[in-house]
C-alpha cells in the first residue's frame, strides 16, 4: 500500500475518538493472538495490523472477525510506508523475523512510539540495547526479546530473585508439544522452522558461579515430570531461552540454564540429523542443483511434522537458595491448553498474552522506566502473573523448605 492511501486512512479515522493506538507489525500467529487478547481484555485501545502478505492478512481478518481492528498491507522494509503508521502509534510491536526488529526499534524511537518485540536472537538485542540512551532521551520504552522463553520465563526469573535473599540455582524448563504426539519425532510446529533449528543448533548459555559459558544444545538429558496426562517427560539443553538472564543476574544466581522439554525420545531421534550437518548452511552442489543442507532438513520437517492439531505448553522453573537463611526450593509449573473455544494454540496463549498485557501496562503508565530493558529488568512479575490468571494461565508456585543451614 502506498503511502499517499496510508495517509488517507488517518485522514478518514482522524475523528475517532482513540486513546491508545496499537501498531503490530506482522499479522502471523503471534500477532493474531496479540491483537485477540487486546481487542477482549483491554479497554479503549485501538489496532492496527500491517503484514505484506494480502493471503496472511486475509486470514488474520476471519480469525479476528471484528471491524475494529485496521488491517494494511504494508511491507516493514520499506520505511516510507511504516513511517506514517508509526507516527501515529502510541506502541508498536513486532511479530516479524528478528532480523527487522533492531530496525523498528530506532523508527519507533524516533516516531516517539513505545516498542516491545519478540526477539529471537541474541545479538540483535545487543544492537537493540545501544540505543538506551536515545530511547530515554525521547521518553520511550523499548522491551526486545520478549515472548514465552524468552519472555515470561525472564519475568518469574526476577520473582525468583525478588524472592530469595541468596540463590544457589535457577532451572528452567519449558516445551510446547502436542496433545496427541505422533511418530517419528512425537513434535509438531508450533512457532517458525528457522527458529526451532537455531533452538537445536546453536550453543546453549549457562550462568556457572560468576562465569557465562557454553554448552552444545542437544545434550545433558534429564527426566521431569508432569501431572497426567503427561507424565514423565525430557527436557535438554537448547539454546535462546534464557537470552540475558545470565548477564542480568550473574552476581545474583549461582548456577543458572534453560532447557527444553519434549516427549522421551525425541532429542535421540532429532540429534543424529544434527550430527550428519543437516542444519548447515554452507551451499552445496549436486547434480547442478546448489542449495543448503538447512534448506533440505526444513522442507523434510515441513512435510513430514505436523502443523495441525492441539498443542499443551508445559513450565516449570526451580529456584533454590535461602532466606533469613533458611533453604528454600520454590517452583513455578504452569501447564496450559489448545484453547477450543477460540481456536487459539497454547503456544499463541503462552507468547502472545504477557505481550499484550504488558503493552497495556506501558500505555496505563504502569511502567515508568525510558529506555532499552529486556523483560525481567522492567516488567513487574506479580501484576503480570495476576492479568495471566485472569484469561485462564494459572501459575502454580509451591515453596518447600530443603534444610536449616545458615549461608
Do not use: W
Not at 546453536?202 to 557465562?212: R, S, V, W
Not at 487459539?344 to 504477557?354: F, H, K, N, V
Amino acid at each position: 500500500m502506498g503511502n499517499n492511501l496510508i495517509t488517507l486512512f488517518f485522514l478518514l479515522f482522524q475523528t475517532e475518538v482513540i486513546s491508545m493506538y496499537i501498531v503490530i507489525c506482522g499479522a502471523g500467529m503471534m500477532a493474531q493472538a496479540i491483537a485477540f487478547d487486546i481487542l477482549h481484555n483491554i479497554d479503549m485501545k485501538t489496532i492496527t495490523l500491517i503484514d505484506s502478505d494480502k493471503t496472511v492478512l486475509a486470514q488474520a481478518q476471519a480469525f479476528l472477525k471484528t471491524n475494529n481492528i485496521n488491517f494494511i498491507e504494508a511491507d516493514v522494509q520499506d520505511i516510507t510506508q511504516i513511517q506514517p503508521l508509526f507516527e501515529h502509534a502510541d506502541l508498536v510491536i513486532s511479530a516479524v523475523p528478528y532480523h527487522f526488529n533492531f530496525t523498528l526499534a530506532k523508527l519507533a524511537i524516533e516516531t516517539h512510539s513505545h516498542f516491545i518485540d519478540l526477539g529471537g536472537n541474541n545479538d540483535i538485542v545487543t544492537q537493540e540495547r545501544t540505543l538506551h540512551t536515545q530511547a530515554q532521551k525521547q521518553g520511550v520504552t523499548v522491551i526486545p526479546d520478549y515472548g514465552l522463553a524468552p519472555g515470561l520465563v525472564s519475568v518469574i526469573t526476577h520473582d525468583i530473585v525478588d524472592y530469595f535473599d541468596t540463590i544457589d540455582s535457577v532451572n528452567i524448563r519449558v516445551g510446547g508439544i502436542p496433545q496427541d504426539p505422533l511418530p517419528p519425532l512425537n513434535y509438531q510446529l508450533v512457532f517458525s522452522l528457522e527458529g526451532l533449528i537455531n533452538e537445536y543448533v546453536e550453543p546453549a548459555l549457562i550462568l556457572d558461579h560468576g562465569k557465562i559459558i557454553q554448552k552444545p544444545s542437544l545434550t545433558e538429558i534429564e527426566d521431569i515430570i508432569f501431572p497426567p496426562p503427561f507424565g514423565k517427560m525430557e527436557a535438554f539443553l537448547t539454546s535462546g531461552g534464557c537470552s540475558t538472564l545470565p548477564y542480568t543476574f550473574k552476581n545474583k544466581i549461582g548456577y543458572l540454564d534453560y532447557k527444553t522439554i519434549r516427549y522421551p525420545g525425541h532429542c535421540a531421534m532429532i540429534r543424529p540429523l544434527f550430527e550428519l550437518g543437516l542444519a548447515e548452511t554452507t551451499p552445496i552442489t549436486l547434480n547442478n542443483t546448489t542449495f543448503t543442507p538447512r534448506e533440505i532438513l526444513k522442507e523434510l520437517l515441513r512435510r513430514k511434522v505436523p502443523t495441525k492439531g492441539k498443542d499443551a505448553i508445559l513450565l516449570e522453573v526451580l529456584g533454590i537458595g535461602y532466606v533469613r537463611g533458611r533453604r528454600f526450593i520454590r517452583k513455578y509449573q504452569i501447564i496450559d491448553q489448545y484453547d477450543t473455544k477460540n481456536n487459539i494454540s497454547a503456544m499463541q496463549r503462552m507468547t502472545g498474552y504477557p505481550i499484550a498485557i504488558t503493552a497495556d501496562m506501558l500505555l496505563e503508565h504502569q511502567i515508568h522506566k525510558h529506555g532499552v530493558f529486556c523483560p525481567e529488568e522492567i516488567i513487574p512479575p506479580q501484576p503480570l502473573f495476576s492479568e495471566l490468571s485472569s484469561r485462564g494461565i494459572n501459575i502454580e508456585i509451591t515453596v518447600k523448605e530443603t534444610s536449616k543451614t545458615t549461608k
